[in-house]
């Protein structure tokens, strides 16, 4: 019987992980979109895994400040494949299927467990694999996967759900106290994921008591070290906060009150939990609008409703009250702490695994009734409970894997991302603004422009005067650089003039300075542009594009050997970036080093084959070579 039931857990460990890897099959080349290029392509304390300690260095400027842990995961995933991203996307992808595991055996222990044993222990390995498989397979946690800077929700989420699994492995043990340790060693991982985790003691308490130990001198009894564990789990969390956290930057830029996140947090719940059900409208960047009472009334009364329900029955102990509180305690961080963005689909990473649970047991209680109904006419074959509850299963398990598949489609380009965005919130000012930069990037500078000033519109508008906005100063900034590079130089001044606007909004905006550096310098003023080229590079040493116009700005002056160091640093830093590659070709050109200008521009071209520069360039490396009697074989 033992070898039976493991081989069917077995079969179901197999079954979540092929479909799950079948859902993300076409994510491993998913680039780097929006936050994903501070925090990896740009993020140089994961470019080194030694000393080990240097990876948990995290950079202040990056958006995992005070995630160690996922930044050493970062770390490996560059020793991997450097910026490579398949090996990125597949640590994301072994991250969530792990999750998936982890519930799966969460949930099959608390069937078993005294209080659920009579009603679903019979078949409590059907009912933790459906709640599990759909759970892997909803659609809404593709932005958890899929876009690799929310490695750390699902990194946390896998760690938080270690953290149940093991403790309930100790309130199940004789000998608990191994098991207690490995919960705390998980819940200290989670921390150095995501600050969300804090609620995992809280929330073991619960359980505890609904479903183990039912009163609190039991619970210290038996599991006082595990709890001061945790506490001790929390002081370090205290500390990563204080020292510039996540979450401790965060409400610096806040434009609403607590109380007005809070009115918008009704709506965005309610919209949380529309999408479980009808996975319709995902969408990677709401920026949902701030309510206000009157639109907040309807859905407040409907989540009041929700919560006095819930706490009704976490105070009978009910098992239910216990997945009630899972959704709310998982989901309050987010929720109750103003955030700058009240709407993001991946923080339903852990609140969605107890809704999803209490779907499946609500489909497994109509089966049951669908099943009764037959006996009681006198079927003499009625069909069998199980076979009719895996036919659901195994069709709305399908429906989502397709669903996920399909929504991962949209990840494919920062184009393909922006425009979704675009076309399911027109208003989104960000959306507007990244989607300009993307059709900028693949040189469509018009339509780039379009929507570029149809963003600062959209904040000015919202904002009401000119403010100190990232969305205004990126959408300035860019409009800046298309005019220098794709109409020079009759929209010259129309470049000066929006880099000037970043300055007068951010005086420190390095890449502002360094681009208003190269039209000066076009402006044949050279002492102002170098002015400008190096306050760029005082402010930000380490951003490739100032390294990249410093070495153009000396390349065109004819210093070619001191250009060769700044695009050799702009290479250090970003590896594939074709301008800092065409300019050391163009300088290794004119240093008569024609093998090594050959290579540069056959990189270029093995990036970007219609790369017209870099095709004439090659031309006429080949031509020199052939002249000179050298061998052009690659």
């Known amino acids: 019987m033992i070898k039976s039931v493991s081989k069917k857990v077995k079969r179901s460990y197999w079954l979540l992980v092929l479909l799950i890897v079948l859902a993300y099959s076409n994510t491993f ?6 936050d994903d290029r501070s925090n990896m392509a740009n993020n140089l304390s994961i470019r080194h895994l030694w000393p080990l300690w240097n990876p948990f260095e995290v950079m202040s400027k990056t958006g995992i400040a005070g995630r160690p842990v996922v930044n050493f995961t970062l770390a490996l995933n560059y020793a991997l494949s450097g910026l490579s991203v398949w090996s990125y996307h597949l640590l994301n992808l072994l991250i969530h299927i792990c999750a998936t595991l982890v519930l799966f055996e969460i949930l099959q222990r608390l069937f078993q467990a005294d209080r659920l044993k009579e009603t ?31 490695r750390c929700e699902s990194l946390m989420g896998l760690f938080f759900f270690l953290t149940c699994y093991c403790a309930i492995r100790g309130w199940q043990s004789f000998s608990p106290k191994v098991w207690y340790l490995g919960s705390i060693v998980s819940f200290l991982l989670g921390i150095g994921a995501k600050e969300v985790i804090v609620v995992a003691p809280f929330i073991l308490l619960l359980g505890e008591l609904v479903f183990f130990h039912p009163t609190l001198k039991e619970v210290i009894r038996r599991s006082g070290f595990l709890y001061v ?74 989540l009041l409703i929700g919560l006095t329900a819930s706490l009704w029955l976490v105070l009978r102990r009910h098992p239910l009250g216990f997945s009630a509180a899972w959704f709310w305690m998982t989901l309050a961080p987010t929720s109750l702490l103003p955030l ?4 993001w689909d991946y923080r339903m990473y852990l609140p969605s695994a107890a809704l999803m649970t209490m779907f499946v047991l609500g489909i497994y209680h109509v089966c049951q009734f669908i099943h009764a109904r037959f006996a009681a006419k006198g079927s003499d074959q009625p069909p069998p409970l199980k076979k009719i509850f895996g036919y659901v299963m195994i069709f709305l398990a399908l429906l989502l894997g397709m669903l996920t598949y399909s929504r991962n489609l949209d990840y494919q380009s920062d184009l393909a991302i922006w425009e979704d965005t675009v076309r399911k919130r027109p208003q989104n000012a960000r959306a507007q603004v990244n989607l300009g930069v993307a059709l900028m990037e693949i040189g469509q500078p018009l339509e780039a422009i379009g929507h570029l000033q149809q ?32 109409f020079w130089p009759k929209e010259g001044p129309a470049a000066e003039t929006n880099l000037r606007r970043t300055l007068e909004i951010i005086p420190n905006d390095a890449q502002a300075h360094s681009y208003l550096g190269v039209v000066l310098f076009f402006q044949n003023q050279p002492e102002k542009a170098f002015d400008h080229l190096q306050q760029a590079l005082i402010l930000e040493p380490n951003l490739v594009e100032a390294n990249v116009n410093y070495g153009l700005v000396l390349r065109l002056m004819g210093n070619n050997k001191s250009a060769l160091d700044y695009y050799q640093k702009a290479l250090h830093l970003k590896p594939d970036h074709i301008e800092a590659l065409y300019g050391l070709g163009m300088v290794r050109y004119q240093l008569r080093q024609l093998k090594e200008a050959k290579a540069n521009f056959q990189t270029i071209l093995s990036a970007s084959p219609r790369n017209k520069a870099a095709v004439e360039m090659l031309k006429k490396i080949e031509k020199e070579l052939s002249a000179s009697g050298q061998p052009t074989i690659n």
Not at 124 to 140: C, F, Q, V
Not at 279 to 296: H, K, N, Q, T, V
Not at 340 to 343: E, G, I, K, Q, Y
């Open 120 to 150: 679903y222990g019979r078949l409590s390995a059907p009912l933790a694999l459906g709640s599990a498989l759909l759970w892997g397979l909803h659609p809404i946690h593709t932005q958890a996967v899929t876009y690799l800077t929310q």
């Open 29 to 34: 080349q998913v680039p780097f979109i929006m």
């Open 229 to 302: 564990g945790l506490l001790c789990g929390l002081g370090v969390l205290g500390y990563l906060v204080a020292q510039g956290g996540t979450f401790s930057t965060s409400t610096t830029r806040i434009s609403f009150s607590t109380w007005q996140y809070w009115l918008t947090q009704s709506q965005v719940i309610i919209h949380y939990i529309r999408l479980m059900f009808w996975p319709d409208a995902l969408c990677f960047d709401y920026d949902w609008p701030i309510a206000g009472i009157r639109e907040s009334i309807l859905p407040g009364i409907v």
């Open 340 to 343: 700058n963005d009240p709407a």
């Open 455 to 486: 963003g600062i519109n959209f904040k000015r508008k919202e904002l009401g005067t000119l403010t100190a906005n990232e969305i205004i100063v990126n959408g300035y900034r860019n409009l800046g650089i298309i005019y220098l590079y794709y």
